[in-house]
């Protein structure tokens, strides 16, 4: 599992080629970590939101879209759109596994060689913290032993819990 690692901070510092957005349908920005990336990267990456909205009319939930990362250190930003956590019989697990699963394709698409993954879905979406990096861990595990072009996964957890809660699946 070297190639997975799990740190406590803010994603928009984060030094990797792409940093992945748990973006809204909209991709017009929102609250939480969507506000912090949209602040921390200006202008470009709203208008690069903006003309994927008018060609394809937004991100439909599991998917992944793409835009340059504006005055972010990284050079790219994944806007991925994770379920709202209702009481798990809506598809909820299968919609969290698709938004990092499309992730990493898009990654890989860009020749992206390191990426950073913000706890999708566990914020205002509500989604189970335990159930839901069970989901992101087996997920980028997979995706890494089948494909090369991937370098290193960097876990960012603002809050503690789900830091430890990472940790403790990683070990
Ligand atoms: P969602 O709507 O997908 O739940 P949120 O942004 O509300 O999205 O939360 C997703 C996760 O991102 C939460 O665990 C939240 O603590 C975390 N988060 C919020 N801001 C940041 C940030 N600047 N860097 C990293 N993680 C963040």
């Known amino acids: 599992m070297k190639r997975i690692k ?4 803010d994603i928009t510092k ?3 080629e792409a940093i992945v957005n ?3 349908t909209s991709l017009l920005g929102g ?3 969507d ?8 202008r470009a990456i709203l208008e ?6 008018n060609r394809q009319g937004g991100c439909k939930i599991g998917e992944a879209v793409i835009t340059p990362a504006g005055k972010l250190c990284a050079n790219f930003v994944i806007h991925t759109v994770g379920p709202f956590w209702k009481n798990g019989s809506y598809n909820e697990e299968k919609l ?12 890989v698409d860009n020749e992206i060689k390191t990426i950073a993954f913000p706890n999708i879905s566990t914020g205002i979406y509500g989604f189970p913290k335990k159930c839901a990096a069970k989901i992101a861990i087996h997920t980028v595990a997979d995706f890494l032993a089948t494909s090369n072009t991937i370098e290193e996964v960097i876990f960012v957890c603002l809050d503690r ?4 809660i990472y940790k403790a699946m990683l070990e």
């Open 6 to 9: 799990v740190v406590q901070g």
């Open 14 to 16: 984060i030094k990797v």
């Open 22 to 24: 748990a973006a809204n």
């Open 31 to 33: 609250s939480g970590v």
């Open 35 to 42: 506000g912090a990336i949209h602040k921390a990267g200006g």
């Open 48 to 53: 690069e939101c903006q003309s994927i909205r």
């Open 96 to 107: 969290l596994f698709l938004a990092y699963s499309n992730s990493l394709k898009l990654a």
């Open 161 to 164: 819990e789900n830091y430890n």
